[in-house]
């Protein structure tokens, strides 16, 4: 039997997170090679307008690596609560009991039995 598609939901929370990990690695790539190019414009010029730059340039870039593990957190934390949510036993209710309350009374008490509970026996007859 095929598996079914996940939700579309699902696939649009993988879509983005692909999407904004690939942007963010691509931008903090972007941002390393900037820095090595404005670290050489700051030592050739000695300005202290160009290593001010360099400073910025320095705490963006950190910035999108902290937003990249923010978004790595995210992902695990929505996959945990899929999980859980998947893990959950399914909930029974209005349970219909097919019998006579004579069979019924024997179940409980071979229950209670199996429990080691201590029940007194009711005055049980047997149908007819």
Do not use: C, W
């Not at 997170?17 to 963010?24: A, G, Q, V």
């Not at 609560?81 to 909930?91: G, I, R, T």
């Amino acid at each position: 039997m095929p598996v079914p598609p996940p939700p579309a939901d699902q696939d649009d929370i993988k879509d983005d997170y692909e999407f904004s990990r690939e942007t963010y690695r691509n931008l903090v790539g972007k941002s390393n090679e900037a820095i090595e190019q404005m670290l050489n414009l700051a030592m050739q010029s000695e300005h202290p307008r160009a290593f001010e730059v360099l400073s910025n340039m320095l705490k963006n870039t950190s910035d999108m690596t902290d937003k990249l593990m923010a978004l790595q957190k995210a992902k695990k934390e929505i996959q945990k609560k899929e999980e859980a949510a998947s893990d959950k036993p399914a909930l029974t209710q209005n349970n219909l009991f097919l019998g006579s309350t004579t069979d019924l009374q024997k179940h409980l008490i071979a229950q209670l039995k199996e429990k080691n509970v201590s029940a007194s026996e009711p005055d049980v007859r047997q149908e007819r």
